[in-house]
């Protein structure tokens, strides 16, 4: 069983930036992805960013249109920690942010091929 924990999130003003965390008890190497949904009042979790790569192979890096050039996704391996930069946030932006892991694939919009989801951090974005 792996554990994903998320921090980083908080109250922010319009234009203000955060970096949320999310931490993995998962040791060792593999080929996986890792993405970050958000669920606002009322909505449905939707996609925001993925990052996913193999051994000896590129990592990518997906952002869905509405956060297309203000977020930021990157990981660190040494620290089993994948981060979401978020600048220039909007107040649609305020949601709880969860983090997921999956095995590697292209299909990395769907939350139904995540495995393991953290517990959420609360982002919310005041105009």
């Known amino acids: 069983q792996v554990q994903l924990v998320e921090s980083g999130g908080g109250l922010v003003q319009t234009g203000d930036s955060l970096r949320l965390s999310c931490a993995q008890s998962r040791r060792g190497s593999g080929n996986f992805k890792v993405g970050w949904f958000r669920q606002g009042p009322g909505k449905e979790r939707e996609f925001v960013s993925a990052i996913r790569w193999r051994i000896f192979d590129v990592t990518y890096t997906h952002y869905a249109d509405a956060v297309k050039g203000r977020f930021t996704i990157s990981k660190d391996d040494d620290k089993n920690t994948v981060y979401l930069q978020m600048n220039s946030l909007k107040p649609e932006d305020t949601a709880v942010y969860y983090c997921?892991?999956?095995?590697?694939?292209?299909?990395?919009?769907?939350?139904?091929?995540?495995?393991?989801w953290g517990q959420g951090t609360q982002v919310t974005v005041s105009s």
């Open positions: 997921a892991l999956g095995d590697y694939g292209v299909n990395y919009a769907d939350r139904t091929t995540y495995k393991y």
